[in-house]
């Protein structure tokens, strides 16, 4: 049989045409990225993933909201041998927990990641905030709480008020975890900002601490996602709740909620990347993470929500939200108007106690 000549050269364009979508589809990537849901993962989206994606269109970058449950997770899917996760965000001491139990990467910071605009190495920038060598760290946060303003006949202004059901009835909401309680706890009870992870790292302290949650322990509502308390608050089922900084910015000045925030003894953390072991597209992550945490780009993400970027060289570019056009230094955690009572968050003490404490928390609860 004879072939005619057009036939054939439709053919062939149609088997070429096949083979470059075929191509294309080997070489896309889906980076399914963990983080924190709600506010912060859209502040993420907005500088980060959604530029990204438009110079790549290759890429596809699934959100995954389960950074609560980042460790235990990482630590089935290894034991699985099924690690499935590109990226995760986690807070400092978690990144550490993790590293050195060897389920996620190190990272050589000055070589994967970009430095400063003016040249100085990512290694300076970011500073002491690299508390692991498996940590990227992305911005500064605090959880404090934030409390209804048409439900209270007076304004909470220290941590003594949260644990005051007298001067200030009403249910509370506080993070199913012992991080920040058990501090605030022994702070509320008389223990010096200077003593309190002294204290702690005692039996004695622990068993002060949960006597001090005993007092309030009934009249608390317990959360495990960001979302929560800030959605708790604004639907009246509690007049006070301890929250992510970000999260009750959101409420307060996105959403017009009836909500102030009480910043004594704000609660400071870290969060940042970790590249898990064994995962996924690691080439596609190292070209994504050297552009997500640039300067550029850790400035950007506080034009949507009121953390502090991490490295030095952002935080001249902080300007204004990018949709309400307010200026988001006062709305930042280390303003200094907002610092002048902080806790700043023990990393190593958690990273050592955290599984032994939550351990005993959940006993607590279950009392």
């Not at 309400?324 to 002048?340: E, Q, R, S, Y």
């Amino acid at each position: 049989m004879k072939i005619s000549k057009t036939v054939h050269q439709t053919t062939l364009a149609a088997v070429v045409a096949s083979a470059v979508a075929f191509t294309a589809t080997a070489q896309a990537a889906e980076l399914v990225i963990v983080s924190w849901g709600g506010a912060y993962t859209a502040s993420q989206q907005n500088a980060y993933h959604a530029p990204y994606m438009a110079n790549n269109p290759d890429v596809t970058i699934i959100n995954d909201d389960s950074s609560a449950e980042a460790v235990a997770k990482l630590r089935a899917m290894n034991e699985a041998g099924n690690v499935t996760w590109a990226l995760v965000d986690v807070v400092a001491a978690d990144s550490i927990r993790l590293c050195d139990e060897g389920l996620v990467e190190e990272i050589d910071h000055d070589k994967q990641l970009a430095p400063a605009s003016d040249g100085t190495p990512a290694s300076e920038d970011f500073g002491d905030l690299i508390v692991s060598p498996c940590f990227i760290p992305q911005i500064v946060y605090s959880t404090t709480f934030g409390y209804r303003t048409d439900l209270l006949k007076r304004k909470p202004k220290t941590i003594k008020d949260v644990f005051d059901l007298k001067r200030f009835p009403g249910k509370r909401a506080l993070q199913k975890a012992p991080v920040y309680n058990l501090e605030w706890a022994l702070l509320a009870d008389g223990v010096p900002l200077d003593k309190v992870y002294e204290t702690l790292d005692t039996d004695a302290g622990v068993d002060r601490a949960f006597a001090k949650l005993d007092t309030i322990k009934d009249s608390v509502v317990w959360w495990e996602k960001g979302s929560q308390p800030t959605q708790l608050l604004a639907d009246g089922e509690v007049v006070m709740g301890s929250a992510y900084n970000g999260r009750l910015f959101s409420a307060i000045e996105e959403e017009k909620q009836p909500i102030g925030m009480m910043w004594d003894y704000q609660a400071y953390d870290l969060d940042g990347w970790v590249v898990p072991t064994g995962g996924p597209h690691r080439a596609e992550i190292g070209k994504y993470l050297r552009f997500a945490t640039d300067t550029q780009r850790l400035a950007d993400q506080a034009k949507y929500i009121s953390y502090g970027p991490a490295r030095v060289s952002s935080a001249p570019l902080v300007g204004k939200h990018a949709e309400l056009g307010i200026d988001m230094a006062p709305h930042m955690p280390t303003n200094p108007v907002n610092a002048k009572h902080t806790l700043l968050t023990d990393f190593v003490f958690w990273a050592d106690n955290r599984d032994d404490l939550s351990e005993r928390f959940s006993a607590w609860l279950a009392q």
